[in-house]
């Protein structure tokens, strides 16, 4: 399920649970919502933290409790928010298409480097050019988003679990993008030698290493979660 799917869904859930709070935890919930305006949360957070807090607050109204006695003063509630872990989340398409790539052009970058510098009889080839790896690795990442999007995502908790496809139509799917993507990196045997640049081993190592430094950095700063190669 996309996220944007689940934020209107958490939304209207938090409009309905709301309509039920008391005037005072009504009131609470104004103030919180104004204190997290003002700490510039984001629409997405906003929804989260109201989500995880009007439930329980609905079914402590049942016996009498208060938003206060429940989560504390506003202010106090704020700096919980405020200091608690950032939670992961579903990359979109762009995300994930790079996210996959970089992996990719990191993977292939470094065997373009390791395998001549272990080979007794190194030797340089086209098919290591610089073009030929950001092509493969650009397709390749987009193909591996797609396997992701029509077969693993409906493994995440939230999915409609009932829309996966079943095993065979799964591996007729994983088949036709893989085709799809080796006839795209055949396509590149016809690059030009003259752009197509081909470097010495241990700086492909080095634009490898840097590769997977960037996609690293990349996932822990965007809180990314969901790929062909990590699905959570």
């Given amino acids: 399920m996309e996220e944007q799917d689940l934020l209107r869904q958490m939304m209207a859930k938090n409009r309905e649970l709301e309509k039920q709070l ?36 609905v079914e402590g109204q049942k016996t009498g409790k208060t938003a206060r006695q429940l989560f504390g003063t506003v202010s106090e509630r704020l700096e919980v928010i405020l200091n608690a872990p950032k939670p992961s989340r579903l990359g979109s398409r762009n995300e994930l298409w790079l996210d996959n ?5 990191g993977f292939l970058s470094l065997m373009a480097g390791l395998l001549p510098m272990l080979s007794k009889t190194p030797t340089t080839s086209q098919q290591g050019g ?25 493994d995440h908790p939230d999915a409609d679990k009932s829309k996966k496809p079943g095993i065979w139509k799964s591996m007729l799917l994983m088949a036709g993008i893989m085709l799809g993507w080796m006839v795209v990196f055949m396509l590149t045997a016809f690059i030009p030698p003259a752009i197509n640049i081909v470097f010495q081993p241990a700086v492909y190592v080095v634009i490898g290493a840097g590769a997977l430094a960037l996609r690293y950095y990349l996932r822990k700063k965007l809180n990314l979660t969901g790929s062909m190669f990590i699905r959570q």
């Fill in 130 to 154: 610089l073009f030929t790896l950001l092509i493969g690795s650009i397709s390749g990442g987009y193909a591996f988003y797609l396997i992701y999007k029509y077969i693993y995502s409906y």
């Fill in 22 to 57: 008391t005037k005072r935890n009504e009131q609470y919930i104004f103030d919180l919502k104004k204190a997290m305006n003002v700490a510039n949360l984001s629409e997405e957070e906003k929804v989260k933290v109201l989500d995880e807090m009007l439930t329980p607050l």
């Fill in 101 to 105: 790539s970089l992996l990719m052009f």
